[in-house]
């Protein structure tokens, strides 16, 4: 049995298909994963995301220790509510998770990781926090649910305390609002508007009932996936990880060289990379042209090139085609070749993302 969420039994009476993932027992999908998908990009969705981790960080050491934890500047946020996208690197610039930090103001800062990576990334944290002073709080008496979709907004709404509703609505993209012991955000993982909130792990079963009451749909981890590789979002330990870097993962905008003086960890690794003249694999997308479904690990041949490796790939409800993303050399562009159960596919390299805000973004 694996661990898991405030919402568990929830899941349970909706007769959700339970896996596990990353340790947790977690609902896969309540019957149709395209239903549910569709009901995001449509409408209003909900997912349970309490095996994420909050962790927040207080002390006068804070920030020079973000400073060097992160890759992307923390200097960046200076208005309480801000948010920011990085990556934590190891020294060798291996990715060991992406992650969403908060300004909290007087209240420090409050990082979300990954699921899969909670236990490590926590250990890393702390090792590197005792140098600087900065205060390390795991907090596991929280509950997250990601509501998501065109619908989110109108969905959550009634059920906000009343000096927070108008703040909340009007939040911009990656900032946050909080009240009534709520942290919600403007963030999302599914490449639609939407709201990830924070509350107490007691108050969760209720929200998670008020908002099926008002007709928002469960969804689970398969319509995520499925919307999150529509919007091109990378997913740790398939399209990045600890051996590769972000400049190979298409995250290099998440990393901030500027100002020169900050050193972060994995950034003398990284600029020795930029120093060779950039890597030699890049991260792109793919188009499936003949019927067939992409998967991770299948190989990617590029005439002339080389070979690459598909890294997320699946069904695209929206598109109706096959999509993914992969690994492949610098050099590569144009049609591709995948090696599909032993028959090579025809694909075409894309740039992502596929979708977003329920609307194509490539040509089919």
Partial sequence: MGRRTPLYEQHQSLGARMVDFGGWDMPLHYGSQIEEHHAVRRGAGMFDVSHMCAIDLQ????????????????????????????????EAGGVIDDLIV???????????????????????????????????????????IAVQGPQAGS??????????????????HFSAAESG????ARTGYTGED???????????????????????RPCGL???????????M????????????????????????????????????????????????????????????LRAHQRVLVPGVGEGEVTSGSFSPTLERSIGLARVPRAAAGRVEVDVRGRLLAARIVKPPFVRHGKPLIAL
């Fill in 102 to 144: 908060y300004d909290r103001g007087e209240h420090g800062f409050r990082l979300v990781v990954n699921a899969g990576t909670r236990d490590g990334d926590l250990a890393w944290i702390r090792r590197h926090a005792l140098a600087d002073g900065a205060e390390v709080r795991e907090r596991a008496d929280l509950a997250m």
């Fill in 155 to 172: 969905m959550l709404a009634p059920l906000l305390v009343d000096d927070a509703r108008a703040a909340v609505l009007a939040l911009e």
């Fill in 234 to 293: 990378n997913l740790h330990g398939n399209d990045m990880d600890e051996a590769t870097s972000p400049l190979e993962s298409g995250l290099g905008w998440t990393v901030a060289f500027d100002p020169a003086a900050r050193d972060f960890i994995g950034r003398s690794a990284l600029e020795a990379v930029r120093r060779g003249g950039g890597p030699e694999r890049r991260l792109v997308g793919l188009l499936l042209e003949d019927r067939g479904i």
């Fill in 181 to 184: 012991g709520w942290f919600v």
């Fill in 194 to 216: 939407g709201f990830e909130i924070v509350l107490p792990a007691s108050g969760a079963q209720t929200l998670w009932r008020e908002l099926l009451a008002r007709g928002v």
């Fill in 59 to 90: 002390g006068e050491g804070v920030r020079p220790f973000l400073e060097r934890l992160l890759a992307n500047d923390i200097g960046k946020l200076r208005i309480p509510g801000k948010a920011l996208y990085t990556c934590m690197l190891n």
């Fill in 222 to 232: 398969g319509a995520r996936d499925t919307l999150r590789l529509e919007a091109g």
